[in-house]
Structure formats: C-alpha cells, structure tokens
C-alpha cells in the first residue's frame, strides 16, 4: 500500500501561481507518476503525468502553464502552477502507478478574484 499526501492548494487570483506538492510512503523511482484534477460536476481528469523515464504528458489547456517534476531522493512530485485561471479550480489529486495504481486524497485550488 502506497499513501500519496498533497499539499500546496489554496486561494489564488487568476493569473497566480501556485506550487502542489505530493509526498510518497515509499520510494517512487519506480512509479509513473501524475496529477489528476476534478471539478465539481465533472469527471476526473489527468493534468499532467511523468513516467518514470523522465518524459512527461499534458493536457492541453495546461500545457505552457503547469509543470510536472518529481524528486525521487525525497519521494516527492510536484505540480508547478502559473498563470492560473477560473477554470483551473479543481482538487487536485495525485497519483502513483506500477502494478497497481494509489490515489492522494486531494488539495483544492481555487482560483477566482
């Protein structure tokens, strides 16, 4: 069993930028790794995913925007955020995958003036 705890969410102005960050129990050298977001009413979408390789994959309205990076010393990956805008609000989840596949249990990004 793999624990995922997000943080860095929060209240931003559109046009901000936020920094999510997702702390793994275990070592993720060997995980895909990625970010997932859900608003209200919708379905879970992937945002952003690295593979272990290191080559990564966007969603197209966040592409140029957000930044997915991950440091395996600190089992940690994050999600650069910038130039955030309304329809960014969402919770963000993450998201660890080899054999079987491990959810975080969401941070909220809220953006709105």
């Known amino acids: 069993q793999v624990q995922l705890v997000e943080s860095g969410g929060g209240l931003v102005q559109p046009g901000g930028s936020l920094r999510l960050s997702c702390v793994a129990s275990?070592?993720?050298?060997?995980?895909?790794m990625a970010w997932y977001r859900q608003a209200p009413g919708k379905q879970r979408d992937m945002v952003a995913l690295m593979y272990v390789r290191g080559n990564t994959n966007y969603a197209d309205s966040v592409k140029g925007r957000f930044t997915i990076s991950r440091d395996n010393a600190k089992n940690t990956v994050y999600l650069e955020m910038n130039n955030l805008k309304p329809e960014d609000t969402a919770v963000y989840y993450c998201y660890a995958r080899r054999a079987y596949y491990y959810w975080g249990q969401g941070t909220q990004v809220t953006v709105s003036s």
């Open positions: 275990t070592n993720i050298f060997t995980y895909d």
